[in-house]
Each structure stands twice: as structure tokens, then as C-alpha cells.
């Protein structure tokens, strides 16, 4: 039943990609509608959105919510959504998949990584930068400085 379901035509409109020496697998792009452009989108908007009011209305809101959490005045549905959107991903350390970032950065693999020496490649470039800010002496917390006299 497989083998049938294998073989056959594209439906069209179908974009394919194929190695010319067909070592490798297809792939494909098939769209029931292909990208038009589209000049009549207001700039700067990307010649191949569609006409979507609603999904632009949705841009905007969003941008309007991010701002006012800087005003601590508190978006909270969508702030929430954000926090909570887990992100999945690739660890090139590990050379793991992870479906939560935070998990991973946790898991002992991924720790014992952050704190070996696997990192001297970076700390060779590092220290030929010449270092030129201010650097201050770390604050000391006021409540150490407070002199009690009895
Ligand atoms: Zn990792």
C-alpha cells in the first residue's frame, strides 16, 4: 500500500529541488498559492505578505504591550505567553536537541561544558583586545558601611 503512495506527480503549483547526480533526497515546495508581489502594500512591508489586516493589527498590539511593560504598568496575557513560550532548539556544545532551553542550560551535560576549558579558544581571542573602560571597584553594600557607635 506504501509503495503506491510513493510514487506519482506533484500537485501543482510544486516547486522540487533535486541533486544533479541524484545521491540525495528531493525536497519540495508545494503552496496552493505561490508568492506574488505585491505592490500595493504599504511600505516597508514585505512584498510577499498578503493583504492581512488583522495579523498587522496583532504586530502593533504586541509592540504596544512591550512598551507599556517598560512603564511598569503591566500587560499581563501576552507577557505571560512570552515568558512561558518554551525554546526548543540545538545545543552546539552538546550536540543535543533540547525542547526547553532553560532545562537544558541546567542539565549537567550542558553545566560541565559552561564551566570546563572547552572555552580557551575564546578567551585566547579575548585577551588580545586591549581593554580601555573605567573599571570601578565593586560597591560595597551600604549596610556594611553604616558605623554603629555605642
Ligand atoms: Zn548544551
Redesign the pocket.
Known amino acids: 500500500g506504501t509503495q503506491k503512495a510513493r510514487t506519482g506527480r506533484l500537485k501543482k503549483p510544486f516547486v522540487k529541488v533535486e541533486d544533479a547526480s541524484q545521491i540525495y533526497r528531493p525536497f519540495y515546495l508545494q503552496l496552493t498559492n505561490m508568492p506574488l508581489i505585491n505592490y500595493s502594500i504599504e511600505k516597508p512591508s514585505s512584498p510577499f505578505d498578503v493583504d492581512k489586516p488583522p495579523s498587522i493589527q496583532k504586530q502593533t498590539q504586541v509592540k504596544l504591550r512591550i512598551r507599556t511593560d517598560d512603564d511598569k504598568c503591566g500587560g499581563f496575557p501576552i507577557q505571560l505567553q512570552l515568558k512561558e513560550k518554551k525554546k526548543k532548539g540545538y ?1 552546539e ?2 550536540l ?1 536537541k533540547y525542547e526547553d532551553l532553560e532545562t ?1 542550560l541546567s542539565t549537567e ?2 553545566r560541565n ?1 559552561a564551566q570546563s576549558n572547552y572555552y580557551q579558544v575564546v578567551d585566547d581571542i579575548v585577551s588580545k583586545l586591549v581593554f580601555d573602560f573605567v573599571e570601578y571597584e565593586r560597591e560595597v553594600p551600604k549596610k556594611k558601611r553604616i558605623k554603629y557607635s555605642i
Request: glycine letters at 0%; proline letters at 0%.
Open positions: 545545543c556544545c552538546c543535543q537544558h551535560q550542558h561544558f
